[in-house]
């Protein structure tokens, strides 16, 4: 179990293809948001990948207001990150798998 599945959940919406993600721990805690379009850049300068995206808020708690939510830099990141544990899990969960063999013959 990776540590991403102890703080999100894929949900599925009736009202949409796309998987949508719910925040399980934390100060955004039942926060569920869907990503939309995803960019991934070189930054040669710095040596590493830049990752751009947008997103839509589903659904907030009480608690939260989502208006503030969505202008938030912090909520950006902090969902920026998330997205960048999936995309660099995937990737080791497909190096994982293709290791390569070959036949003995």
Request: no cysteine.
């Amino acid at each position: 179990m990776s540590n991403l599945d102890n703080m999100i959940s894929f949900v599925e919406r009736p009202d949409s293809e796309l998987y949508s993600i719910k925040v399980k721990i934390g100060a955004y805690k039942n926060v569920i948001y869907t990503y939309g379009k995803v960019n991934i850049t070189e930054d040669d300068e710095n040596d590493q990948l830049k990752v751009s995206f947008d997103y839509r808020i589903e659904e907030v708690p009480k608690k939260l207001n989502k208006k503030k939510l969505e202008k938030s830099e912090e909520f950006k990141n902090y969902i920026g990150n998330i997205l960048t544990n999936l995309i660099e899990e995937k990737q080791y969960n497909d190096e994982s798998t293709n290791d390569n063999t070959q036949d003995a013959n």
